[in-house]
């Protein structure tokens, strides 16, 4: 009795390692801010999957709250790549962000036969969106998001932002950048004054 015990729980062991090592999936949101009364009212949780993917590696996550702040681990080798990173999306972002609050179930529906961009080394992303503690999971791959929406457009330029692309990859200078700030943090807007 007691060699099949022992042989059943070396059996345990050795599944929940291979589990946790290969097949788990790698995303970390149990990783990102525990919030979860702001997170209930309105957040979104995305990933991006595919392309490099190989066992031990971390997809890049973030999350954003209602307020604009977001959590954003970057990904790469697990254990190294996961340090969590904060900061705030513009409030423009967000006002566009919310502006698709009530289009997020028509986005949500499954579709078949996509041909996904992660199947040929190429990335795709999944979106949680929580609004008043309902969930809307939407993926590039699998529902009606598809690559070339509106929305889908406007995730992609929320991953710069995070990544730190725009600035970067705009090629706007200093003063540039300071008179977009203004604009959207004080409401003045590309009206001429008399």
Wanted: aromatic share 14%; with cysteine.
């Amino acid at each position: 009795m007691m060699l099949l015990s022992l042989t059943f729980l070396t059996g345990v062991a050795i599944g929940m390692y291979v589990y946790i090592a290969a097949f788990k999936p790698n995303y970390a949101p149990e990783k990102l801010s525990d919030t979860e009364a702001e997170a209930g009212e309105w957040s979104l949780v995305a990933r991006r999957y595919g392309g490099d993917f190989i066992s031990g590696y971390v997809d890049p996550t973030f999350r954003v709250l209602a307020d604009g702040t977001y959590t954003y681990i970057p990904g790469g080798p697990e254990g190294i790549a996961a340090e969590p990173r904060s900061g705030k999306l513009s409030k423009a972002t967000m006002r566009e962000l919310r502006a698709y609050d009530d289009e997020l179930l028509d986005h949500s529906y499954t579709t078949s036969g996509n041909n996904c961009d992660s199947y040929v080394d190429g990335y795709d992303y999944d979106y949680r969106f929580t609004k008043n503690n309902i969930v809307f999971d939407l993926d590039t791959c699998r529902t009606a998001l598809g690559y070339d929406t509106p929305l889908s457009r406007l995730l992609e330029s929320v991953w710069d932002e995070i990544e730190g692309r725009t600035a970067a990859s705009s090629g706007r200078n200093f003063s540039e950048w300071a008179e977009d700030w203004i604009r959207e943090n004080f409401g003045v807007h590309n009206e001429e004054v008399r």
